[in-house]
């Protein structure tokens, strides 16, 4: 069973950085494709990509909202991927979640399978409030 823990959410200012920690279990992280997701308010049934990595950590995926604002990292010795938040405003308030790729996907371009339904194990979500 693959547990996935989130850390790092909280209350910024706009224009304010925040950098959010995913540790993985399991003994194979560097094998997979992992992401970052957000939920925003009163979007239950959304939850949307913000970035995507892959497996070696050498090619990356951002959505527009987070392009030049936003970087994905990981360190596979530490079984633990990033998300370096920069330039933040409320828009980004939203409840954050890391996901790995379901290994089905495993080969598919990132971002060929970026849609929710790629993605088999969750986080439990680390909220981020941006106040304005």
């Known amino acids: 069973q693959v547990q996935l823990v989130e850390s790092g959410g909280g209350l910024v200012q706009a224009g304010g950085s925040l950098q959010l920690s995913c540790a993985a279990s399991g003994r194979t992280f560097s094998s997979y494709v992992m992401a970052w997701f957000r939920q925003a308010p009163g979007k239950e049934r959304e939850r949307d990509v913000v970035a995507i990595i892959s497996g070696n950590g050498a090619n990356t995926y951002y959505t527009n909202s987070a392009k030049d604002r936003f970087t994905i990292s990981r360190d596979n010795a530490k079984s633990t991927f990033y998300l370096q938040m920069n330039s933040l405003t409320p828009e980004d308030t939203a409840l954050y979640y890391c996901?790995?790729?379901?290994?089905?996907?495993?080969?598919?371009?990132?971002?060929?399978?970026?849609?929710?339904?790629?993605?088999?194990?969750w986080g439990q979500g680390t909220q981020v409030t941006v106040s304005s």
């Open positions: 996901a790995r790729r379901a290994t089905a996907w495993a080969h598919s371009p990132l971002s060929a399978a970026k849609g929710s339904g790629a993605f088999d194990y």
